[in-house]
Each structure stands twice: as structure tokens, then as C-alpha cells.
């Protein structure tokens, strides 16, 4: 059935037998694997339910040392297999897609250095990142990322996607915060590149290879992460607005007014923020209009000084409401109140799926432009299966997240959604991933995003790492295995 839907070939691995089983549970204890279907297939389906892999074997290293071994043997055995760490990529990368053994690195969750004075910490890549941020926030520091998934999302999974999320506008992407990386390579070698130097100009900068490479280079078991202090002030801007132009310029203006103290600029159009309303009943905190707004912001600030960035942000929201540009505001620096706020945003991948079968698109567009992709659909798919068309994000980074529901996958809408809007967004010089990646969803139009040289190159790299292509097939870049 998977290829029927997928339209793909199974590549030319071998089957699991019972011997391979025997060698695993010699190798890992027997209950570190897991052969029970029902067990198996909680690791064979994606968060959003829109993948569904048919695995046999779930395996649980907890050490490097068994990486090593599980993906030597499978190597020598052509065996092909699917790292895993919290199952929250929104791409399909990180489930089966035949019969890929899935190594889950859940099991890999030691804490091993906090230094407080660098603000450097090293642990293993099954660390759930809300863990680390709780374990930091008792340094006074803090995780240099933080998403909606960051109760279940591993800092390995975060890695090797280089997860964006909420604040990235402030602390910079994983290519800058990640010092060092220890990774296992298909042939079951070890790269031991966990330097936690901040400049270290000493040849090549292998670590970055791992860094969004998705499990197709190697499978990644530590880091070494540049952690940022924990800031003493948090304050929260909740903003209605009429329009996107408006959005728009009160984005430059919070950029200019806040300066180094802006953390983060979130947008929601009505349809994303009623999912989060209508769907898990939560409340809008903005009350002066019965029918909402069209647009929401959120706009957070990070300092030192709680009465300082609060004049900041006050002085703003005033400004705002004096250039006509937002219709209602509340703001707040109480922790429940902000979690609230925040909730509202963040829960929003949670609640659509409430709705059925979701269409996510995750694009960089040029920010003038960056709506348009929204209008446009809306205009030209005239469905009535469809619930919503509707758009949000990360807008400091250019970044916006397309969701189109429907109550069920229907291979005719999809025939409408793709390849237009990968194809649109190309034509506006934007991105078809900002965050989530390639995975298995995407692979048929990275060449929509990155130049043939540049794919060329992505495929020597896989060639040299990985000469069997065990590693993560069929995702990120295809079909590997008759390019190799
Ligand atoms: P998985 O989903 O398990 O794996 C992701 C990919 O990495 C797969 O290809 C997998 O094979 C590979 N992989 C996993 N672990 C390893 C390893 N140790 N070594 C090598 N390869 C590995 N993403 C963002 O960028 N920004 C957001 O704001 C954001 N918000 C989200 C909110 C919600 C509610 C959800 C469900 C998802 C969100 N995501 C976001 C997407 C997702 O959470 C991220 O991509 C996250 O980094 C995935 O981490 P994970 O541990 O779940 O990894
Ligand atoms: C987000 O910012 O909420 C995410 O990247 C997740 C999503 O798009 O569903
Ligand atoms: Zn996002």
C-alpha cells in the first residue's frame, strides 16, 4: 500500500529476519527493542498523521557504543534504517517508510556538563529540550530555542532538523549555537567533532554537515550547545490588527522602538487563531471587538531590567495605537498570563489537527510579499471540502506557516495545493522549507530552492558518508540509492 500512495519504489535493502532480531536483543537487551506491532506502531506514524510506515523493529540504544554496532551490522547487512528521536517532525523524516529499522534515541537522555560560566551545555541527543530548559533555568540559562513540540522533541531530533521556532530572530539558528557534535557515520565510525570552543578556525567545520542533514549523514548521539542567560524580564505584547500592511509596520516599528531587547514577532491571521479558539477552547484576550481581528501579534521582550522593558514596550504599543496601526493590545510580564498568550500561538499545529487531514506548507517569503501566498490560494482553490486556508508564523524570520485542512487526505486537492505553491514560492525568490526541512514530503522540489550544483554536492556528500544509502532513504534528497 505505501508504495501504491507514495508512488516510490522500496530500494534494494534487505528484509529483518529472525537472526537479525537475535543479533539486536544480544547487542541491546530485549527490552530495548521493540517487535510488537501494535508497540511498533506508535514510531511508524508522524505527529500529523499524514505518513504511515510499516517498521518491524524499533530499536533503543543507550550508548554511542551501541550506535556504532547497530549501524555497523546493519550497514554490512544492507540494512536500512530510520533515526527517531520525539516523532514531531512535520515533514515525514522521521518514520519508516517501508520497513526501515527505526533506531529511536529516547533511551541517550544523560545531562553531562553544565558550565555555567561559559554557558556551554554537553548531553546526549535524546535529551527532551524542555528537560534542558528546565535543568538550565536552575543556572540562570536558558535554551537558545524553544518550540511548540518542546515537550516531546529531542535536542538531536531539534538538530538535525535545525529547528527554528519561537525566538530565532533573537538568539540565531542551531548553525550558530551548536559548538560541537558527536555522530555515529553509516559504516557504525564515530566523528568526534564535540569541541566546545566558540572560534576554532581549524579546517573544515564538519559539524555543520550534521546540522539539518536530517539522519541521512549520520546519526547524531551528543552536542555541545551555547547557552544564553536566562533573562530576568519577560514582557508580552498581545496585538490585534486590521490588516497585514499594518502588521507589517508594526513589525519595523517594534524592530526600531525595542531594539535589543526584541525576543520574538509571531503573527496569526483570524482563521489560525479561531483554531486555537473554536478547536480547544481557549480565549482571545482581546475582548473590545466581538468578531476579533483580522491579524494578531505577539511581540516579546527579553532583558535585564523588568520596569525599563516594560517603558519599552508600553512606549510602543502607545505608539502603535497613535499611528492607527493596531485596533486592540494587552500586555503582560505575569508568567501565567504569558504562558496563556503564548499557549494561543503555539498550540495552533495541535488544534488544526482537530479538523482532519492538514496541508502544511513551512516557506520563507520576502517579507512585502510574504501574505500574498495566502490571497492567492484562497482565490484560486475554491473547494468546499476545505475548512481553512490559513496563515501564520515566525514573521521576524520571514517565515510562514501554510495550513490547508480538510476532514481527509483527498489526492485531488493535493493535485491543486502541489506543485503550485512550491512553485509559486520559488517564483517570489522565497523558500519551499524555512524550518521543518525536506523529509520525505518534499523531496520531488528541493531542486525548487537550491541550485543543481548545489544538489549535485548534497549527493557526493551522501555518496561519501553513506556509499549503501542505510541511512534515512527516500528522505531529503531522492532516490538516492540510483544516483549513488
Ligand atoms: P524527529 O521528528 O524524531 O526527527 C526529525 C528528523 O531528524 C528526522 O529526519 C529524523 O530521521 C532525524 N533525526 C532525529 N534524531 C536524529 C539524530 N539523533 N541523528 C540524526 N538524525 C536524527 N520546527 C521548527 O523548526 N520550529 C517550530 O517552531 C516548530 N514547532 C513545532 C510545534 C509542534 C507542535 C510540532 C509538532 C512540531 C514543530 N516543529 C517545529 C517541527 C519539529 O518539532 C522539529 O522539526 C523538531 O526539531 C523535531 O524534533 P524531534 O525530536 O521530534 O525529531
Ligand atoms: C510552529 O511554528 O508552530 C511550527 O513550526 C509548527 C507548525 O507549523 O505546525
Ligand atoms: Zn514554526
Given amino acids: 500500500l505505501t508504495s501504491i500512495r507514495y508512488k516510490i519504489q522500496r530500494g534494494p535493502y534487505a528484509t529483518v529476519t529472525d537472526a537479525d532480531v537475535r543479533f539486536f536483543e544480544s547487542l541491546l537487551g530485549s527490552s530495548h527493542l521493540i517487535t510488537d506491532p501494535d508497540e511498533c506502531e506508535h514510531y511508524n506514524i508522524d505527529f500529523a498523521k499524514t505518513v504511515r510506515g510499516a517498521s518491524k523493529l524499533v530499536l533503543k540504544p543507550t550508548s554511542t557504543e551501541e550506535v556504532c554496532a547497530i549501524l555497523k551490522y546493519c550497514n554490512e547487512q544492507r540494512l536500512a534504517v530510520c533515526p527517531q528521536s ?3 517532525g512535520l515533514v515525514g523524516g522521521s518514520n519508516p517508510i517501508f520497513d526501515e529499522i527505526v533506531i529511536s534515541l529516547k533511551l541517550m537522555n544523560k545531562i553531562l556538563d553544565t558550565n555555567e560560566l561559559t554557558g556551554i551545555l554537553t548531553c546526549e541527543a535524546g535529551c527532551i529540550l524542555q528537560d534542558l530548559d528546565n ?3 536552575t543556572v540562570d540559562l536558558m535554551m537558545p530555542l524553544d518550540l511548540g513540540a518542546k515537550g516531546s522533541c529531542l535536542i538531536g531530533g531539534c538538530v538535525s532538523t535545525n529547528a527554528g521556532g519561537l525566538r530565532l530572530l ?20 564515530i566523528v568526534d567533532a564535540l569541541n566546545t570552543l566558540k572560534k576554532n578556525n581549524t579546517g573544515y567545520h564538519l559539524k555543520h554537515i550534521f546540522i539539518g542533514s536530517e539522519g541521512t549523514l549520520g546519526i547524531i548521539t551528543k552536542v555541545a550547545i551555547q547557552c544564553p542567560p536566562l533573562p530576568k524580564a519577560k514582557n508580552v505584547a498581545f496585538l490585534g490588527l486590521a490588516s497585514f500592511d499594518k502588521v ?4 519595523f516599528l517594534a524592530k526600531h522602538h525595542l531594539g535589543e531587547i526584541l525576543s520574538s514577532c509571531e503573527m496569526m491571521d483570524r482563521l489560525s487563531i479561531d483554531v486555537s479558539i473554536n478547536n480547544l477552547g481557549m480565549k482571545n484576550p482581546l475582548t473590545s471587538r466581538e468578531d476579533g481581528h ?3 501579534m505577539i511581540i516579546e521582550t527579553s532583558g535585564s531590567h523588568l520596569v525599563h522593558d516594560e517603558e519599552k514596550l508600553s512606549s510602543f504599543v502607545e505608539k502603535a495605537i497613535n499611528g492607527d496601526l493596531i485596533e486592540d493590545g494587552t500586555m503582560t510580564n505575569e508568567s501565567k498570563k504569558l504562558n496563556t498568550i503564548w499557549a494561543l500561538r503555539e498550540r495552533i499545529s495541535e488544534g488544526v489537527l482537530r479538523e482532519g487531514y492538514v496541508f502544511k506548507y513551512d516557506i520563507s517569503l520576502p517579507l512585502l ?20 486556508i ?8 520571514g517565515n510562514l506557516h501554510v495550513q490547508v485542512s480538510i476532514p481527509e487526505y483527498y489526492e485531488d486537492v493535493a493535485a491543486q495545493l502541489e506543485p503550485f505553491i512550491f512553485e509559486y514560492v520559488s517564483k517570489c525568490q522565497g523558500s519551499i522549507s524555512a524550518e521543518h526541512g525536506i523529509g520525505f514530503k518534499k523531496t520531488k522540489y528541493l531542486h525548487l530552492s537550491r541550485s543543481s550544483s548545489e544538489i549535485q554536492m ?21 532516490p538516492i540509492i540510483e544516483k549513488l
Avoid: C, W
Avoid at 174 to 189: F, S
Avoid at 248 to 251: A, D, I
Fill in 86 to 88: 520525539g516523532n514531531t
Fill in 458 to 478: 548534497m549527493y557526493d556528500l551522501k555518496k561519501m558518508m553513506d556509499p549503501n544509502g542505510i541511512l534515512n532513504p527516500y528522505k531529503l534528497l531522492e
Fill in 248 to 251: 507589517l509596520k508594526t513589525y
Fill in 170 to 189: 533573537r538568539y540565531g539558528n542551531l548553525h550558530g549555537n551548536i559548538l560541537g557534535i558527536e555522530a555515529v557515520k553509516a559504516n557504525g565510525d
Fill in 390 to 397: 490559513s496563515g501564520y508564523g515566525h514573521l521576524g524570520d
Fill in 369 to 388: 510579499s510574504f501574505y500574498n501566498v495566502i490571497e492567492v490560494l484562497r482565490k484560486q482553490i475554491r473547494d468546499p471540502r476545505i475548512i481553512r
Fill in 294 to 296: 483580522e491579524f494578531y
Fill in 135 to 137: 535543568h538550565l533555568s
